[in-house]
DNA sequence: ATGGCTCCATACTGGAGA
């Protein structure tokens, strides 16, 4: 089973893009972040063409969450992340998807830090690790994917002391992310590859993907039960090179059938 | 330090992204 996280920076203005990768790429379960669209703009038919049923988390403008499969609709979990009623941004969808639970993600961006923003940032990162301590010893996988807005570590950016005080690698936020691979969750793609360059993104200004400029801060987290089936997995780099695209490339796992 | 690019809203400009 191929599962993948996409972070589209818009489901409408990227569906030709989204489409010709679904069909290139053919994975079960899809996770996409930035839909960028209120919930009656989610384009189900187009989707439901290609083979996917979905479920999904709109907002105006910003934000948006969705779990797209191949197989049956994925079964609603639940659509926010538990914690802060007055959270109003479309971050966070969860689903039964056959025999795993999956989360599509989008944690705040949290730029200009410090600031609001980066509170805000650090409050959902809470909340999140509550959460995830409470998905992360089920018997069945758990995978929660998405674009966490984190560069893990120096390997995982260009230019390591150019992003010292950015939201995306503050010491606070690659602590929290330590802190969720100490408690029981694989980051699976540094798992399978220790010691290569990884990016997901690469900004649209500077020729950055011309430059590989790049960020890794889309990763997949792998409770025991997911991790004891990984098979494989990696970045659809070339997506980022084509027309119309996303400054994400999706990212995959492949998943034995457990 | 700035700006470079792309998206959205209801707009010919500004906010957000990372």
Redesign the pocket.
């Known amino acids: 089973m191929k599962i993948a996280t996409y972070?589209v920076?818009?489901i409408?203005?990227?569906l030709p893009v989204l489409l010709r990768w679904l069909s290139e790429a053919a994975p079960d379960i899809v996770c996409l972040q930035?839909l960028?669209?209120?919930g009656e703009k989610f384009p189900e038919e187009a989707i439901l063409s290609a083979g996917y049923q979905s479920i999904w988390h709109g907002q105006?403008?910003?934000n948006g969450v969705a779990i797209l499969s191949r197989q049956e609709k994925p079964q609603e979990i639940r659509r926010v992340l538990p914690g802060d009623p007055e959270d109003t941004h479309s971050r966070y969808i969860e689903a039964d998807a056959g025999s795993i639970v999956i989360g599509s993600l989008y944690l705040?961006?949290g730029?200009?830090a410090p600031g609001p923003?980066f509170d805000y940032k650090l409050a959902w990162l809470e909340r999140f690790q509550i959460h995830a301590k409470a998905l992360v010893n089920m018997n069945k996988p758990v995978v929660l994917a998405g674009?966490y807005?984190i560069i893990p570590a120096d390997e995982d950016v260009y230019k390591p002391e150019r992003w010292v005080d950015d939201a995306?690698f503050r010491t606070e936020v690659k602590e929290a992310f330590r802190q969720l691979t100490g408690n029981g969750w694989t980051d699976a793609l540094r798992y399978l590859y220790p010691q290569q360059t990884i990016y997901t993104?690469w900004?649209?200004?500077?020729n950055a993907y011309g430059r590989n400029a790049g960020?890794r801060?889309d990763h997949f987290l792998l409770n025991p039960a997911a991790l004891s089936l990984l098979a494989a997995g990696g970045v659809d780099r070339h997506v980022r090179g084509w027309e119309?695209t996303s400054?994400?490339a999706p990212v995959w796992i492949e998943i034995k059938n457990g």
């Open positions: 972070n920076n818009s409408n203005a990227r930035e960028k669209a209120p105006k403008s910003w705040p961006n730029n200009p923003k674009d807005n995306l993104f900004d649209y200004f500077r960020l801060i119309k400054d994400h």
